[in-house]
Antibody
Framework: QVQLVESGGGVVQPGGSLRLSCVAS????????MHWVRQAPGKGLEWVAF????????KFEDSVEGRFTISRDDSKSTLYLQMSSLRPEDTAVYYC???????????????WGRGTLVTVSS | EIVMTQSPATLSVSPGERATLSCRAS??????LAWYQQRPGQAPRLLIY???TRPSDTPARFSGSGSGTEFTLTIGRLQSEDFAVYYC?????????FGQGTKVEIK
């Protein structure tokens, strides 16, 4: 069964750090680009970060550039999002998402995890 | 950044009726447009990609059309499980951007 499972969310004070993980199963993780997408409470979806299948290309949304890093460990089929200098506006459910199997280059997301909640509050 | 604008914000439809959702891009995204469904408390789910291609697990009552800057998602004969929020997303340019969503509610 193709599945993504996020973990690592929690409550953190402004300025703090947190590392999210996303464990993949049921597909060859190392063949696909991966993304993080977040959703603030009661709001819409916002793309956060991307890492290419080989890890050689990374992209970030402007408001997290320089504060968040994305990485992957293909031996563990795991995607990470290291978040630092956290702000209250980073409060959201963070989803990991897999790029579609039929993509060449630009890609949609065919599998999403259930998300992990990050709350930034003092 | 490409701004995606969805309309209407809320659509009230009776079960069994047809629903038409719109998505407009601030500049051309060619056919790099996906639609996602999000039910309450659940993760988003892919419905349409390439503006009009249905994955194998998307019911045939969902259809997508359009290219460039104007896109439409049509849901024929709404069923109870279709009442949800629908998002369009462009994946042709960085940053990837989503519309603000259209909530399809029971009339």
């Amino acid at each position: 069964q193709v599945q993504l499972v996020e973990s690592g969310g929690g409550v953190v004070q402004p300025g703090g750090s947190l590392r999210l993980s996303c464990v993949a199963s049921g597909f060859k993780f190392g063949r696909f680009g991966m993304h993080w997408v977040r959703q603030a409470p009661g709001k819409g979806l916002e793309w956060v970060a991307f890492i290419r299948y080989d890890g050689r290309s990374k992209k970030f949304e402007d408001s997290v550039e320089g504060r968040f890093t994305i990485s992957r460990d293909d031996s563990k089929s795991t995607l990470y999002l290291q978040m630092s200098s956290l702000r209250p506006e980073d409060t959201a459910v963070y989803y990991c998402a897999k790029e579609g199997s039929s993509c060449v280059g630009d890609c949609y997301y065919d599998i999403w995890g259930r998300g992990t909640l990050v709350t930034v509050s003092s | 950044e490409i701004v995606m604008t969805q309309s209407p914000a809320t659509l009230s439809v009776s079960p069994g009726e047809r629903a038409t959702l719109s998505c407009r891009a601030s500049q051309s995204v060619t056919s790099n447009l996906a639609w996602y469904q999000q039910r309450p408390g659940q993760a988003p789910r892919l419905l349409i990609y390439g503006a009009s291609t249905r994955p194998s697990d998307t019911p045939a009552r969902f259809s997508g059309s359009g290219s460039g800057t104007e896109f439409t998602l049509t849901i024929g004969r709404l069923q109870s499980e279709d009442f949800a929020v629908y998002y369009c997303q462009q994946y042709g340019e960085w940053p990837r951007t989503f519309g603000q969503g259209t909530k399809v509610e029971i009339k």
